[in-house]
Each structure stands twice: as C-alpha cells, then as structure tokens.
T-cell receptor, first 113, second 111 residues
Framework: QKEVEQNSGPLSVPEGAIASLNCTYSDRGSQSFFWYRQYSGKSPELIMS????GDKEDGRFTAQLNKASQYVSLLIRDSQPSDSATYLC?????????????FGSGTRLLVRP | GAGVSQSPSNKVTEKGKDVELRCDPI?????LYWYRQRLGQGLEFLIY????????KSGLPSDRFSAERTGESVSTLTIQRTQQEDSAVYLCASSLGEPQHFGDGTRLSIL
C-alpha cells in the first residue's frame, strides 16, 4: 500500500511565527509533489508544487523536498490567522500501471492572533 | 467557465435512492478525477478519465458507483441504492498534465 503520511495536528502557532508542516511518502519513484490548502467546507486549493530536491519559495511559502529521505515540507513564514486551514500533501504515485495523486489526510493549522 | 463546476452543491436523499453528480471541467483539460472526502478525512481517489482512454476505475468502492465522461467534457458520477456511509463531499478535479484543479464539491447527505 503506497502511502502519504501527515500529522493530523492541530498545529498551533502564534501570529507572525513560522509554521512547519511535514509529509512523508512511501513510493521512492514519485516525482511530483503538491501542497493544497483547504478551508473548512471548501475545496482544496493548490498553493505549491515541487519537483526537484531542495527549496522552492513563493511569497511567504517555501516547499522543501528531500527525495532520499522521502519527505516534503511546507514552511509558512509570518503566519497569519487567515492561514488557519487544513494543509494537504499530495504525491504523484505509480499505482496499477498509472500515476495517481495520493493525498495525505491533512494537517490542521491554527494561527493564534 | 473559469474553473471546475460541480452540481448540485448539496444533495440530501433517502437511503436506497440513486443520485447523479455532475462535473464540468476546465475547458481544454483532458484529465478528470473524482474523489470522495468524508468528514475530517483526506481525499479518497475514486475514478480517473484521461482523454479517450479507458477510465481508471480502481478506486470505486463498490459496484453501486459508476461514472461516465463524454469526450473531454462533462462527467457524471452515479451512486445507486445509496447507503448512509455514502454521505461525504464528492470532489471533482481536472488537469492538463499537472496540477489538478478542484471544483467546490457536492455535499451528499443520506438520510
């Protein structure tokens, strides 16, 4: 069973702090990695994609990928209360001869004002 | 439209009834996906359409579930003889390669 694992949280951080969200995956052959944000009652919204080892920055968001250790993380700098949401890690995984996007169960982030 | 459109946004039905959910993908997107998300859970893959290829139905939980897609346009997900455990949000996504873009989902409640 190929899996994507996330800590369910909640992860609680004060406003202005750095929030660090982590995700591990089991398929060593995975090549594409995504972070989605999902507000309560809403659909997932893509915020970051990463394909190569290292860091990728976009505004306050930084995605980090380490294929050797099979983890991908998302850092949110200067966290705001509006960042409070569930963050879903998704990994493109070869299953049954085709690639599927496998989602973790999500980490709930709470940013305290 | 600009995004993935799903209808209805909410559906309440009695146990044993059939339901049909609709997804209108982003124009030009060749791939279309259906997912199920139970309350507080992650996304569960159901079915995937890519162009005119045979769909990947490996995620459908039972033979009560089926889906169709007309070419590269609208898709319908049908659940027959609904059960209470079918209550969930059903999300549709489309893509041209990567990444996937989601619709707002249909919240299905089985009484």
């Amino acid at each position: 069973q190929k899996e994507v694992e996330q800590n369910s949280g909640p992860l609680s951080v004060p406003e202005g702090a750095i929030a660090s969200l982590n995700c591990t995956y089991s398929d060593r052959g995975s090549q594409s990695f995504f972070w989605y944000r999902q507000y309560s009652g809403k659909s997932p919204e893509l915020i970051m994609s990463i394909y190569s080892n290292g860091d990728k920055e976009d505004g306050r968001f930084t995605a980090q990928l380490n294929k050797a250790s099979q983890y991908v993380s998302l850092l949110i700098r200067d966290s705001q209360p509006s960042d409070s949401a569930t963050y879903l890690c998704a990994v493109n995984t070869l299953m049954d001869s085709s690639y599927k996007l496998i989602f973790g169960s999500g980490t709930r982030l709470l940013v305290r004002p | 439209g600009a995004g993935v459109s799903q209808s209805p946004s909410n559906k309440v039905t009695e146990k044993g009834k059939d339901v049909e959910l609709r997804c209108d993908p982003i124009s030009g997107h060749t791939a279309l996906y259906w997912y199920r998300q139970r309350l507080g859970q992650g996304l569960e893959f159901l079915i995937y359409f890519q162009g005119n290829s045979a769909p990947d139905k490996s995620g459908l939980p039972s033979d009560r579930f089926s889906a169709e897609r007309t070419g590269e346009s609208v898709s319908t997900l049908t659940i027959q003889r609904t059960q209470q455990e079918d209550s969930a949000v059903y999300l549709c996504a489309s893509s041209l390669g990567e990444p996937q873009h989601f619709g707002d989902g249909t919240r299905l409640s089985i009484l």
